[in-house]
């Protein structure tokens, strides 16, 4: 009797430990942006907690779980009314949002970024409003952009229209200017999400020429209805952000996995995998369910689409889309 007391207690005792740190990181992260008030919410959490696991070991269990139970309920009540929102003053690559209109086969797309970097402190800023004929659309490829080893990567995704002009489209975190990325922090409402279109010499050049990360691009092989589907899904996206904003989150809501959602939706029921987080291996899910070009492994899709050195001499070039895919052999 006395063991299934004390293995209920480690349980128990287990239980306030995690929803502890959960409630600690929760509070940290979203209490960031000033240190006084992080310290000083942290600090208290943590000594309620303690003092919860102190009336446990002295085994007042139900005093214990009750006292708990309420110090939990009001930091979840606290959570659920934390809301995101569209009005804080934005790092100036997200400062604005694209939106866009869908008039038969034309979109109009406003708020396109087209910045010129030369650093990432100095840059010209522009937002220009385009128009894109889908009658045209021809490509779909996927830019992968590793910053953090080879299992985490950026995801864009660009079309191809007829007349030689990509857009890509990007879903990035919304950062507030001054604050600092955290994978950690991604999970506890740090961020807003945002989709963006950009041309790839803007959203390329900036991780290639400016952050210096790894890029490599992969043709992707989908149907034109398809293609079309997606275009305007990216679209609806952005726009539905612009009316009703949202929390990034490091798992459900992040580069990989809207695509992946979008995807779903026009194409149907596709295989959940580890790769679609560890997004680093995305070729190799990709390639498995028949979206790259079958004639070439992973390994030599890889080869012939790292265009990382291909962008840094193409750098301004007007023709900067195409000279990224140099060598990069079409689909079949």
Request: hydrophobic content about 50%; glycine content about 6%; some cysteine.
């Amino acid at each position: 009797m006395e063991a299934l007391r004390t293995a209920g207690l480690a349980i128990v005792v287990s239980i306030v430990v995690v929803a502890a740190v959960w409630g600690a990181l929760a509070l940290w992260f979203k209490l960031s942006a000033k240190r006084n008030p992080t310290l000083l919410g942290v600090g208290a959490w943590t000594f309620f907690c303690l003092v919860v696991i102190v009336v446990l070991s002295m085994g007042r269990i139900a005093a214990g779980i009750t006292l708990f139970a309420v110090l939990f309920a009001a930091l979840l009540i606290w959570w659920s009314l934390l809301k995101p929102s569209n009005d804080r003053v934005w790092n100036d690559d997200v400062a604005r949002m694209t939106n866009g209109v869908a008039a038969g086969d034309v979109v109009t797309l406003q708020n396109v970024r087209d910045f010129d970097w030369r650093s990432r402190s100095d840059y010209d800023a522009r937002w220009e409003t385009r128009v894109y004929d889908l009658r045209r659309l021809r490509s779909l490829d996927m830019i992968l952009s590793y910053w953090a080893g080879p299992t985490i990567a950026h995801t864009l995704v660009s079309f191809g229209f007829d007349d030689g002009a990509q857009v890509v489209f990007t879903v990035e975190i919304r950062r507030r200017r001054g604050q600092l990325f955290s994978e950690i922090g991604g999970f506890f409402k740090m961020y807003e999400l945002s989709i963006v279109a950009a041309t790839e010499r803007d959203a390329v050049r900036v991780r290639t020429n400016v952050r210096g990360e790894d890029d490599y691009l992969y043709r992707v092989r989908l149907a034109p209805a398809q293609m079309r589907s997606l275009f305007l899904a990216y679209v609806d996206a952005a726009n539905r952000l612009v009316e009703t904003p949202r929390f990034y989150n490091t798992i459900t809501a992040n580069c990989t996995t809207i695509i992946y959602q979008m995807v779903v939706r026009i194409v149907g029921r596709l295989p959940l995998s580890p790769r679609l987080l560890l997004s680093g291996y995305l070729p190799e899910y990709v390639h498995a369910i028949g979206g790259l070009d079958s004639r070439h492994s992973v390994p030599a899709l890889r080869a012939l689409g790292r265009i990382t050195e291909r962008a840094r001499a193409a750098d301004r070039s007007p023709s900067f889309s195409a000279d990224i895919r140099a060598g990069i052999p079409d689909l079949d």
